[in-house]
């Protein structure tokens, strides 16, 4: 799938699952569970033992496109090169690191800088990134994004950190085009409850979906 595919699909469906499992085995069912629940992309942190292994599984697992399949926590070229060989659709970073956004352009893969200030996200699109994740996005909450969008309209914002079903339509009508939810979406898998992070799954693409249809309906 092509880098503009990738972010097509991951704006479109809206909503990345941040992983950290203590095992392949754990991620491979919460990667099920949310293919259940309608989630549009899973983040496999190198938090993860193994982190690349589990990417390459579920790479082949999901080879033909039921859920985009990418790594996060990546703090340099290296990981991120890891990563693509693996199979990894997109790469996502907690901070802007240039090495890992030129190491993802020249592969043609999506790469998601973490930024936290205005300066950052200038030098992260100057430096080519499509998607900027808002990390820490729970310092600052949904406001941040207009504060952000202000001086630059045409930036693409993915928040991260404290983004739960409670507030994904205060995050919309910010302006995301898309979010990322890690514990409040997987918190079921620490008790074996996969199903739970499926209905949780369908609330939040519902709760974007509402959000969105009410932005159009007002245009």
């Not at 950052?120 to 952000?148: C, H, N, Q, R, S």
């Amino acid at each position: 799938m092509d880098k503009e595919q990738v972010f097509t699909k991951m704006c479109e469906g809206g909503l990345v699952a941040v992983v950290r499992a203590k095992d392949s085995e754990q991620a491979l069912k919460i990667t099920e569970a949310c293919v259940k629940g309608g989630v549009a992309g899973i983040e496999i942190t190198f938090t993860v033992p193994g982190a690349d292994e589990v990417i390459r599984q579920l790479a082949a697992k999901y080879k033909d496109g039921e859920i985009l399949i990418g790594a996060g926590t990546v703090l340099d070229a290296e990981t991120a090169r890891i990563a693509i060989l693996a199979g990894a659709q997109f790469v996502i970073s907690p901070a802007f690191n240039e090495d890992v956004l030129r190491m993802c352009n020249r592969y043609r893969v999506l790469c998601v800088p973490g930024v936290m200030t205005i300066r950052e996200a200038i030098m992260a699109m100057e430096a080519g990134a499509d998607l900027l994740k808002v990390f820490p996005a729970d310092l600052y909450g949904p406001t941040i994004i207009k504060d952000i969008l202000g001086p630059l309209p045409y930036a693409k914002l993915m928040p991260t950190g404290g983004v739960s079903v409670d507030n994904a339509k205060e995050w919309v009508k910010a302006g995301v085009v898309a979010m990322a939810a890690g514990s409040s979406l997987t918190a079921g898998a620490k008790t074996g409850d996969y199903d739970k992070i499926t209905e949780t799954a369908k609330v939040f693409v519902k709760e974007i979906k509402d959000a969105r249809a009410e932005l159009a309906s007002k245009k």
